[in-house]
C-alpha cells in the first residue's frame, strides 16, 4: 500500500506536519471516493512536490466523529452534506463547504449474478444474503431511501460500516446483494456485477469538501481543494464515473 494513503477501517490517524521539505496534508475523506482521491493526489504531488497528501478514508460518519475529537485534519470530503454542515456547526471549517461531486447508487452482485438478484424488490427475500452500510452512514441512508421509495422493506443480514467494506463482501460471494454507488461498481467491474436502481428511487448523493479550521496549514489545504474543483480534479472524478460540480 502507497505510504501517503491511510484506511479509517480501524487504525491511528497521521497529523500534518512538516517532513523534511515537504508538507503533510490529511485529506479525510469517504471511502467511496478511494479510487477518485488517490488518482488526484498522484497528480497534486506531481505539480506540488512539495507537499506529501496523506489520504485517511472511512465511512463520512466516522470521519466527522474523528474531527469533533479533535482529530489533526487539513480537508475533508464528506458523502453527504448534512455531515459536512455538522462540522460547520461545530465552527470547525476555515472556510464555507463546496460541492465538488454528484454519486448514484446501483446494486452490487457477484460475478455472474448467481441468486438472480433483479432489482430492488428482491431486498425483502429472507432467502438471500443481503447487505447495506449501517444507518447514519451517507450510502446506508441513501440506500434506505431508495428503498423506501420503492416499498420495499429490507430484510438484511448485515450492516457495514462504510461502501467498500460492503462491496468487499460483495466480492468475496459472502452476500447475495449489496447496495452500493455507481462508482464503487466500476471501480470494481472485474469482480462484480451491477443491477441499475431506477431514476425514479434513486437519491443523488452531493460530495462537500472544505478546508479544518484547525489544520495549520490552511494554505496548503486550501490549494488541494481549488485543485479538486478545478479542471485536473474533476477530471479525474468524471473519469471514474461521477457527476462533476457545476
Known amino acids: 500500500m502507497k505510504r501517503g494513503v491511510l484506511s479509517v477501517l480501524g487504525i491511528a490517524m497521521l497529523v500534518s506536519c512538516s517532513s523534511g521539505e515537504r508538507t ?6 469517504a471511502a467511496s471516493l478511494a479510487d477518485g482521491f488517490i488518482a488526484i493526489e498522484a497528480a497534486y504531488e506531481e505539480s506540488h512536490p512539495e507537499v506529501d497528501v496523506v489520504l485517511n478514508f472511512g465511512g463520512s460518519s466516522a470521519l466527522r466523529e474523528q474531527i469533533l475529537a479533535g482529530a489533526p485534519t487539513g480537508v475533508f470530503a464528506s458523502a453527504n452534506e448534512t455531515i459536512m454542515n455538522d462540522v460547520a456547526a461545530a465552527g470547525l471549517l476555515h472556510e464555507p463547504s463546496q460541492v465538488f461531486a454528484t ?17 430492488l424488490e428482491d431486498f425483502d ?26 416499498g420495499v422493506t429490507p430484510v438484511v443480514d448485515t450492516d457495514e460500516p462504510n461502501v467498500r467494506a460492503l462491496l468487499t463482501k460483495v466480492e468475496l460471494g459472502d452476500l447475495d446483494a449489496g ?23 434513486n437519491p443523488t448523493a452531493r460530495y462537500p469538501i472544505a ?4 489544520s495549520g496549514a490552511q494554505d496548503t489545504a486550501t490549494k488541494f481543494v481549488s485543485f479538486v474543483l478545478g479542471a485536473e480534479g474533476q477530471a479525474v472524478l ?9
Request: a negative charge.
Open 24 to 29: 503533510e496534508l490529511l485529506v479525510s475523506a
Open 103 to 119: 454519486n448514484r447508487l446501483a446494486i452490487a452482485v457477484p460475478e455472474g449474478n448467481p441468486a438472480g438478484v433483479a432489482g
Open 125 to 150: 427475500r429472507p432467502e438471500l444474503l443481503l447487505g447495506l452500510c449501517a444507518r447514519g452512514v451517507p450510502c446506508g441512508d441513501f440506500a434506505r431511501t431508495a428503498l423506501q421509495r420503492a
Open 179 to 201: 447496495i452500493v454507488y455507481v462508482t464503487d461498481v466500476i471501480a470494481r467491474s472485474s469482480v462484480v456485477d451491477s443491477v441499475v436502481i431506477p431514476d425514479e428511487f
Open 211 to 214: 478546508v479544518i479550521a484547525r
Open 238 to 246: 468524471a473519469d471514474r464515473g461521477f457527476g462533476v460540480h457545476e
